[in-house]
């Protein structure tokens, strides 16, 4: 799991802890991260929605706001659809 927590984390989850700090998130990433999401659950998306999708999601101008916008996008995307 990727948190984007900044500072410390309690001492009971440091032996499982990877601490990075990406550099950015790449079109190839977002691009990854959808059409494998996509086929996880069965919603293949084509190249030119995955192409229109990452487009609006680099819209964002910091990591944070970017992943926030791939969220909304994933559950959008994928979430089940409720009917009344």
Known sequence: MVTGRPGEFSPDVLDVLLAASPDGITEKHLRDFFQ????AVGAPLTADEVSSIVADVLTETDLRAVGASVGRAARALFAPKVTA
């Open 36 to 39: 494998e999401v996509a086929t």
